[in-house]
């Protein structure tokens, strides 16, 4: 009995040996110095000859201001063009009229990024654009080191199931199960961690902006008749500004002029009503 469990033993050894290198394996990463990714050392290899960009893992984000008539409706327009395209909304933001605008919105738009390009031009044509910002990051060699992880942890557990199917011996049960029960947390770690950078990579980020025309930005003036037509346009808006402010203020001003008026009049009626005391006047010694 006691050579039956002789080979198990020594194949549990070496698995786990196996399985720790393999699921150990995490290259460290850093930027070289011209930007490039090095691995355990070694600056990442150039692109591949005829390797293109769709067959880089690239996540890409962007932010759009558009200049609209009614905010709410182009807001309305752009979640109908997201999910036309197969993407989604993942947060909406609308605020009423104030101050004499016409209110605003924002969108964070998840967009399919293989026609990211055709829906943006959709987009842009729903008002004025006042500015496009976009960026990418690519995690190639990321999603491709996460990947070669998680087949080498997913094929370790294969090996330790089939060891633990042959285990006879308590202490090598107990020691198999905690290998695996170690290893599937990691590997379902690892898994979360590709279902995030498949959906960043899948669907671009991009956040959209609606304004209305009095929150619009103000271009310079690039003349001297502009510039003046500027000022003029900025000394009603100011003399309307003290007016609305006079209007406010008046009715105040007569309240409290009323009443101060009140109060001077009382007082000059308490004064003339008090007569003055006559005294009679002191007399002095005769020698």
């Known amino acids: 009995m006691r050579r039956t469990i002789i080979i198990p033993a020594a194949l549990l050894v070496a698995a786990l040996s196996l399985a720790?290198?393999?699921?150990?394996?995490?290259?460290?990463?850093?930027?070289?110095?011209?930007?490039?990714?090095?691995n355990n050392g070694y600056e990442a290899a150039p692109e591949a000859a005829g390797?293109?960009?769709?067959?880089?893992?690239?996540?890409?984000?962007?932010?759009?201001?558009?200049?609209?008539d009614a905010p709410a409706d182009a807001s309305r327009e752009a979640v109908r063009i997201t999910e036309a395209s197969g993407g989604r909304v993942d947060a909406r933001n609308e605020y009423?009229?104030?101050?004499?605008?016409?209110?605003?919105?924002?969108?964070?738009?998840?967009?399919?990024?293989?026609?990211?390009?055709?829906?943006?031009?959709?987009?842009?044509?729903?008002?004025?654009?006042?500015?496009?910002e976009m960026s990418s990051d690519d995690v190639?060699?990321?999603?491709?080191?996460?990947?070669?992880?998680?087949?080498?942890?997913?094929?370790?557990?294969?090996?330790?199931?089939?060891?633990?199917r042959t285990a006879k011996d308590t202490g090598d049960l107990i020691e198999l199960e905690t290998a695996i029960t170690e290893r599937q947390s990691e590997l379902e770690?690892?898994?979360?961690?590709?279902?995030?950078?498949?959906?960043?990579?899948?669907?671009?980020?991009?956040?959209?902006?609606?304004?209305?025309?009095?929150?619009?930005?103000?271009?310079?003036?690039?003349?001297?008749?502009?510039?003046?037509?500027?000022?003029?346009l900025a000394f009603i808006a100011f003399g309307s500004?003290?007016?609305?402010?006079?209007?406010?203020?008046?009715?105040?001003?007569?309240?409290?002029?009323?009443?101060?008026?009140a109060v001077v009049f009382i007082l000059r009626r308490r004064k003339r009503s008090v007569a003055p005391i006559d005294y009679p006047a002191p007399v002095l010694p005769t020698d």
């Open 241 to 261: 500004g003290v007016l609305v402010v006079l209007g406010m203020l008046l009715p105040w001003i007569v309240f409290f002029g009323i009443i101060g008026a």
């Open 189 to 232: 770690s690892m898994q979360s961690q590709q279902r995030y950078l498949a959906d960043q990579v899948s669907l671009s980020t991009i956040s959209v902006s609606f304004i209305s025309e009095a929150d619009a930005p103000v271009d310079a003036p690039a003349t001297f008749f502009s510039g003046l037509e500027a000022g003029w």
């Open 140 to 164: 190639t060699t990321e999603v491709e080191d996460l990947d070669a992880r998680t087949s080498a942890l997913a094929a370790s557990i294969t090996r330790l199931h089939a060891l633990l």
């Open 20 to 38: 720790g290198c393999s699921a150990g394996f995490s290259p460290a990463e850093s930027q070289s110095s011209d930007g490039g990714t090095v």
């Open 51 to 68: 390797e293109s960009i769709a067959d880089r893992s690239v996540i890409i984000t962007g932010d759009l201001t558009l200049t609209v």
């Open 96 to 132: 009423a009229p104030a101050d004499g605008d016409k209110g605003r919105a924002s969108l964070t738009l998840r967009l399919p990024s293989d026609s990211l390009t055709e829906t943006l031009d959709k987009l842009k044509k729903l008002g004025e654009v006042e500015t496009l």
